[in-house]
DNA sequence: GCAAATTTGTTCGTATGTATT
DNA sequence: CAATACATACGAACAAATTTG
C-alpha cells in the first residue's frame, strides 16, 4: 500500500475532472456512492474530497453535493505604474481602466471611513507613532458581481489638519486621493513600494470573498506605501486579493501592451513546463 | 454549539501559540493528552490540529509530535529592477546581493540542464510552437541552509543554433546570461513582465521544500518573459517560492533604499491594520 | 408553510500501519 | 526490539443545510 487509499481516489477524481469527464459545475457522485464505487469508508471519501478542496478542484455545499468549480476567469492586476500616467496600478482610476479594458465590470462600494489608533504595521509602515490617529477609508471591490478585493488605505490624521478634510467624508474622492492631496497640500506621490504576502483568510473575508471555512483558500495580502517628493510616508494602501480570482503582473522596462497577455496557467500546470525538483532534493 | 468542537480546540491552542503560551519550537501535548484536556475524541483532535496545520501555525512529525513552527526569517525578494544596474530582481547576482545584504548566506545548485519540447504555457509565452525545442536552465536555491526557491529559465532552441552554446553546459554561467546573450548574440533585455499566482505545491515541491504532505503551503509561481530591443521574447524564468519563507516586493519611482523596510507582519496580523469587511458581504 | 428525503458536517469509538527514538 | 506518536482506515450516530413534495 505505497498510496494511501484516500490519495488514490483523489487521484482518480482529479484525472477525472482534468479529463473533462467530470466538467465544471457537475455535481460529484454523493458521498454513499463514492463509497461503494470505490469500496472505502465514508470517511476515506471524505478525506479524498478534502484534498480536492485543498487544491481547490471542487467544493462542497451542504445539503446539495460536491461540485467540481467553476473556472474563474481570473483578473490580472498590474502592480507597476501605468506608463501614461505613472499612476499607481491597482488602485482608483487605474483599476477600474484595467477591468474594463477586459471587457468586464466593476463595482466598488461606498467607502466605509473611520478614525482608528494605528497598530503596530501600520505604525511602522508610516513611521509614526503607535497609537497614533489615522484615517480609514475602506472600498468593496466586485468583478461581474463576484467580490474580488477589499481594499484599505490609511492616511495619518495630519494631513487632515492640514486641510484634506474630505479625506473624511464616506463618498468617493472621483479624482482620485492622490490627486486631491497634491492639489490640497502639494503632496505630490513620487514613488510607491509594495510588499507581497500570502495568508489564510480571516472570518470577515472568509464570508465577504465566500471561501471555503476551513481557510484552504488564501489571499495576497499587499502592503502599499506611497512616498511623496522628501521621501516621506504619507499612505499605506492595504488591499486583499484571493488567490483563487487574481493574479498580479509586473512590467518592467520596455514590454509589450498589457492586452498581449493572458495569464498563464487555468488549473496549474504544476510544474509542466520545466520540471520542478530533482530527486536530490533531500 | 455554535463553533464545533474541532475549531474551539484550534482557537484555543492558537491563542496558546500567539500568547506565547506555546513558544516556537515548543511541542504540544500528544493527540492522546489534548483528548483529555479538551474531552474529545481523538479525530476531533486531529482535525483541530489539521486547522492549525493550514495556518501555519504547528507541523506535526510522525513518531515525535507536534510543533509550533519556528518562525521562518522570511527573505525579500524585490521583483523591480535594481535601479544601480537595472537588472532584473530575483535574478543570478542581484539575487545574491539581495541575499547577501540581508547578512544571509545562499547556496545555489550547479544547474541542471535539458532539452525538451516547449509545452503549451511556455509555448505561448515565448511565443514558438508547442513542441519546438527548448533549453531548460533549472537551479535550487537556498539561504542558511533551507530551500527557498526553485528556478527554471527556458530558452528558445534556436539561441544556440545561433552561437549561444555555452547554454548548454551544465555549470554556471557566471557573468549571468543575459550578459552571455548580449556579449553573443547582441540580444539586449529592455524589459520583462512578470506574472505571480499562487497554487499548491507538487509532488517535487512539496519533498524539496519539506513542506505538508497535504499541500497545506501554498507557493508562489512567477513567470518572468525577458524582452530584447526588437520586442521580441527570448526567455521565460519560472520561479517558485513558498509562501510561508518568503514575501515579495515591488519599487516604483522614487523610493527608500532598500534595508529600510521589513516586510510587515510575522504571524499574520490578519487585518488588524484596516479591519476587513463588514458584515453586509453576503 | 411544513414535513420528508437527501446530502454534507461533526463527533465518537476502535483498530492497524508507519516513522522515530 | 520495544515504546511512543502520528497516519490511515473502518463503522456508526446525530446534526445542519437544502431541496422536494
Known sequence: MAEPMYRQIADD???????GELPPGARLPTEIELMERYNASRNTVRDAIKLLISRA???????QGTFVVETINPFVTTLTSDPETGRGGGEGDVYIAEVTAGGRTTVISDPRVEIQRAGAATADALRIEEGDQVV?????RFIDGTPFSLQTSLYPMSLVSRGATRLLEAQDIVEGTVVYLADTLGIKQVGY???IQVRPPDEPEISFFRLPADGQVAVFEIYRVSFDETGKRFRLTITVYPVDRNRLRIDVGAVPPRADDAAPGGPAPAGSAGGSAPGRGS
Open 136 to 140: 480609514s477609508r475602506h472600498y468593496q
Open 13 to 19: 477524481l482529479r484525472r477525472q475532472i482534468e479529463a
Open 57 to 63: 478542484l471542487v467544493e462542497t455545499r451542504a445539503g
Open 193 to 195: 513600494r509594495d510588499s
